[in-house]
């Protein structure tokens, strides 16, 4: 598939349309005191256990590099309960963390989750509907030590879809009512499964996460393409070592 990307926006702060809901830029300009700034809304994010803040990221900024031990970013419990959401992500997978097959990027128990899994080496995007889980992988092969992917889940109701680097790789009929995570926290980093407001050890993850966003629309295809080559656009400094 050959697309034009003259056009791409150069700015990090666009694909901000009315949906646009949380977006952590994991800049050290908006870190201070342990807590990472919400740069569209109010959902701050509070860092745990010593994440190592002013890592290379996309686009030349700064990304947050997580040890796989119990790094992780607490967002707080907020930001579930949706009825049609987009979530995406860049992520470099530098190692298989966890005692279990999910190495949470970012994630809302019951209601969410964007994950590496490390038993197939692919992206999971997992919806809880109606008290259930629903799973959409990428199925793009080796993702582990193999640099920067753009990972986008998007659902608007009805339909379920993953993106790698700005391009469908599946979808799925997917539809009922989201969790509403009361007690569980957002996290980055790994998933709280046990409403304790803290990342669960079994979940962590292992290299970088950087420009986290949400949005409460399932963005269109040819947003997702925009904000990917946002964040990829040679213009802004993008490299992906
Ligand atoms: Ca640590
Ligand atoms: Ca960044």
């Given at each position: 598939m050959t697309r034009d990307i003259s056009q791409a926006s150069t700015h990090p702060d666009k694909v901000r349309p009315a949906s646009a809901v949380s977006r952590w830029s994991m800049?050290?300009?908006?870190?201070s005191s342990g807590t990472l700034q919400d740069s569209?809304?109010?959902n701050d994010g509070s860092l745990n256990g010593g994440i190592?803040?002013?890592a290379s990221g996309v686009g030349g900024s700064e990304a947050f590099s997580f040890d796989g031990s119990d790094d992780y970013v607490a967002v707080g419990d907020v930001l579930g309960g949706f009825t049609r959401l987009t979530v995406s992500s860049w992520v470099k997978v530098t190692g298989s963390s966890s005692n279990s097959s999910y190495n949470v990027v970012v994630g809302n128990s019951g209601a969410?989750?964007?994950?590496y899994q490390d038993d197939t080496d692919d992206f999971l995007f997992r919806l809880g509907l109606d008290g259930g889980k629903v799973d959409l992988r990428a199925g793009i092969g080796s993702v582990i030590n193999t640099g920067w992917y753009h990972i986008t889940g998007t659902w608007d109701?009805?339909?379920?879809r993953i993106y790698v680097n700005g391009s469908k790789v599946s979808e799925q009929s997917a539809?009922?009512?989201?969790?509403?995570t009361s007690g569980k926290h957002m996290i980055m980093g790994s998933l709280d499964t046990n409403a304790d407001g803290q990342g669960q050890s079994k979940y962590m993850f292992k290299g970088k996460i950087d420009e986290v966003r949400i949005y409460s629309e399932a963005l269109s295809q040819q947003q997702v393409w925009k904000l990917y080559n946002v964040g990829r656009?040679?213009?802004w400094g993008f490299s992906r070592s």
């Open positions: 800049d050290s300009s908006d870190v569209w809304g109010s190592t803040t002013g969410y989750v964007l994950s109701g009805s339909k379920q539809s009922g009512t989201m969790g509403d656009n040679a213009n």
